[in-house]
């Protein structure tokens, strides 16, 4: 049994996470300090430096969150694009860059993005963008990890469990079940893969 940080537990994607990570020892982080185990910020150094000291041992770091701005490009701004960019990518990036100090030996992070960078839709550039970002960075970082760690992301398209959210933004989507996104989870904790992303699509 691992112990596993779960960003974003709460989430429509965070409870797909938890499908695939149920025997292991799990520990809940988010903004909300009622919500969770532990609060966390990740777009703030600090917050995800004193998570992990309050931690203090685990084996893998699961993220399911990441703020997206959509607006059609023409019209958005470089505050909405920062947004993006502070959270969906940069969050992630210091979720490795900091967690590395931390992470147990051959431990294992596992980021989230999603099919707008393989599929686009309108109004949806920065997510496609930080998405993109996000699986060349573990393409790449997975030949740089010390003492055996591992870092793969999940790129899925929308959940049916999220379709009454996302549906009507996406028309000739195909929506999958949480449960086959916990498998990918499940597979990217508990296999020895690393610096892949894995797509998960109708």
Not at 24 to 35: F, L, P
Not at 45 to 72: I, M, P, Q, W
Not at 82 to 99: E, F, H
Not at 128 to 156: L, Q
């Amino acid at each position: 049994m691992k112990t596993i940080i779960l960003i974003g537990a709460n989430g429509k994607m965070g409870q797909a996470a938890l499908t695939g990570l149920g025997k292991h020892k799990v520990i809940t982080a988010g903004r909300s300090a009622d919500s969770y185990d532990f609060q966390v910020d990740i777009t703030s150094e600090a917050s995800l430096r004193k998570l992990y000291e309050d931690v203090g041992h685990f084996d893998a770091v699961v993220n399911t969150v990441g703020v997206c701005e959509y607006a059609n490009f023409t019209e958005m701004t470089e505050e909405q694009w920062m947004s993006t960019i502070l959270s969906k990518m940069m969050g992630q990036i210091n979720i490795v860059r900091i967690g590395q100090e931390y992470i147990a030996d051959k431990g294992s992070f596992t980021l989230i993005t999603g099919i707008l960078n393989t599929k686009p839709i309108p109004f949806a550039i920065a997510d496609a963008t930080t998405s993109g970002a996000i699986d060349t960075f573990v393409k790449c970082v997975a030949f740089e990890m010390p003492r055996g760690i591992r870092v793969n992301s999940i790129n899925p398209t929308v959940l049916e469990e999220a379709w009454d959210v996302y549906g009507e933004m996406m028309p000739g989507f195909e929506p999958v079940p949480g449960k086959l996104v916990g498998k990918a989870f499940e597979r990217s904790v508990d296999g020895f893969i690393t610096g892949q992303v894995i797509f998960v699509d109708a």
